[in-house]
């Protein structure tokens, strides 16, 4: 099979969808792989170093998606990358389309089909394809909202961790999956006094069991966030609904409950946000504030630790490109059904039932094709 991998055009994105040591276990059984020159500069992957590990390398992007079967990428396709996809082309990237009506109906209009690594599963009942930047995003979150909490970001001025005499911030964790969970890890590690708000008693348990003492775990309800917030210094929104649009657990009406200066991290930006008053912002600018209170949504986190991210990345991704590359789109999603639920549109049909819930759109079951 032909393999491009395009360059990030999406604003600070400095990922890329496979490493060369990715490419080399491709050339290795058989395949081709077209990378887009200079893809992987930014963090040290050069084009001599994917030459090496057997790609070609293309000039160009439209040149690289007119010829490959297979794109394999980072972020959701841009506007003008939507363009040349075609009706016989196959897309393995991050979508979430939930969040994004103009983009899902680009992709049905393409023709192309299209799996989204946020929707593959596993046999654990988990996600792993979103896992690694789950875990990067969580571990981000603490880092980002600490540094809003400064002065000169707006912040109340607080030291996450305190120091001998002065008391650490307050940092609730709305969501207690990997997110959530990395998250405490940063927060508990730096001395913050952490809080995890979640509704599965089940995670709640297994969260105590790990952090015990170190950590408060409280039951979600509406009550309990907001008197949670009240007292917060930083709040991280780690809530995953696979698929469909976040729910709004905190609201504007709520922001008058928060002292000024509060950081709310918005980690579900990219499924919508679960705080109503988030906004997708970018690395360039990765705040505002709102009735006082500094809010950050930057839709592709792990983009800024791009190396690390990208090594992680195609650690999970690579057996299932691996697998779409032997054996085809249609044999590959018979043989796993995993994979199967990664697909969000085959040839111009939405084929998820989250997102076609999510901006009330009719799908088509996959398995009445297969």
């Given at each position: 099979?032909?393999?491009?991998?395009?360059?990030?055009?999406?604003?600070?994105?400095?990922?890329?969808?496979?490493?060369?040591?990715?490419?080399?276990?491709?050339?290795?059984?058989?395949?081709?792989?077209?990378?887009?020159?200079?893809?992987?500069?930014?963090?040290?992957?050069?084009?001599?170093?994917?030459?090496?590990?057997?790609?070609?390398?293309?000039?160009?992007?439209?040149?690289?998606?007119?010829?490959?079967?297979?794109?394999?990428?980072?972020?959701?396709?841009?506007?003008?990358?939507?363009?040349?996809?075609?009706?016989?082309?196959?897309?393995?990237?991050?979508?979430?389309?939930?969040?994004?009506?103009?983009?899902?109906?680009?992709?049905?209009?393409?023709?192309?089909?299209?799996?989204?690594?946020?929707?593959?599963?596993?046999?654990?009942?988990?996600?792993?394809?979103?896992?690694?930047?789950?875990?990067?995003?969580?571990?981000?979150?603490?880092?980002?909202?600490?540094?809003a909490l400064e002065n000169p970001q707006g912040g109340k001025g607080i030291l996450l961790g305190g120091v001998p005499g002065v008391q650490a911030a307050k940092v609730i964790i709305i969501g207690g999956g990997v997110v959530g969970e990395q998250a405490a890890r940063m927060s508990i590690g730096l001395g913050a006094d952490t809080t995890v708000i979640d509704k599965s008693l089940n995670r709640l348990r297994q969260l105590d069991t790990h952090f015990g003492t170190q950590m408060k775990t409280v039951f979600a309800t509406q009550d309990a966030i907001e008197a949670a917030i009240r007292h917060a210094d930083l709040i991280i929104?780690?809530?995953?609904?696979?698929?469909?649009?976040?729910?709004?657990?905190?609201?504007?009406?709520?922001?008058?409950?928060?002292?000024?200066?509060?950081?709310?991290?918005?980690?579900?930006?990219?499924?919508?946000?679960?705080?109503?008053?988030?906004?997708?912002?970018?690395?360039?600018?990765?705040?505002?504030?709102?009735?006082?209170?500094?809010?950050?949504?930057?839709?592709?986190?792990?983009?800024?630790?791009?190396?690390?991210?990208?090594?992680?990345?195609?650690?999970?991704?690579?057996?299932?490109?691996?697998?779409?590359?032997?054996?085809?789109?249609?044999?590959?999603?018979?043989?796993?059904?995993?994979?199967?639920?990664?697909?969000?549109?085959?040839?111009?049909?939405?084929?998820?039932?989250?997102?076609?819930?999510?901006?009330?759109?009719?799908?088509?079951?996959?398995?009445?094709?297969?």
């Open positions: 099979m032909l393999i491009g991998v395009p360059k990030e055009i999406k604003n600070h994105e400095y990922r890329v969808g496979l490493t060369p040591a990715g490419v080399q276990e491709l050339s290795k059984q058989g395949h081709r792989v077209l990378i887009e020159t200079n893809a992987g500069l930014a963090i040290g992957f050069t084009d001599e170093l994917y030459q090496q590990a057997g790609a070609d390398i293309v000039d160009a992007a439209d040149a690289l998606y007119a010829q490959a079967d297979l794109i394999v990428k980072v972020k959701e396709p841009q506007q003008q990358e939507r363009q040349w996809l075609r009706p016989d082309q196959l897309l393995f990237t991050y979508l979430h389309l939930a969040a994004d009506k103009i983009l899902t109906q680009d992709l049905i209009a393409s023709g192309a089909s299209c799996i989204a690594y946020e929707t593959v599963t596993d046999q654990f009942g988990g996600l792993p394809l979103l896992a690694p930047m789950s875990e990067v995003a969580g571990r981000m979150a603490i880092q980002a909202g600490m540094h929104g780690a809530v995953l609904i696979p698929g469909a649009k976040a729910p709004k657990l905190v609201t504007k009406a709520m922001l008058s409950l928060m002292q000024t200066g509060t950081v709310l991290v918005d980690v579900a930006i990219d499924q919508g946000g679960c705080f109503e008053t988030s906004k997708v912002t970018t690395h360039e600018a990765p705040t505002f504030i709102e009735d006082g209170v500094i809010h950050y949504g930057v839709a592709n986190m792990p983009g800024a630790v791009a190396q690390s991210a990208t090594y992680a990345l195609t650690n999970a991704t690579l057996p299932f490109i691996l697998t779409l590359a032997n054996h085809g789109l249609t044999q590959a999603l018979k043989q796993d059904a995993h994979l199967r639920q990664g697909l969000n549109i085959y040839q111009g049909q939405l084929t998820h039932p989250a997102v076609a819930a999510a901006h009330d759109y009719p799908y088509q079951d996959l398995h009445s094709w297969l």
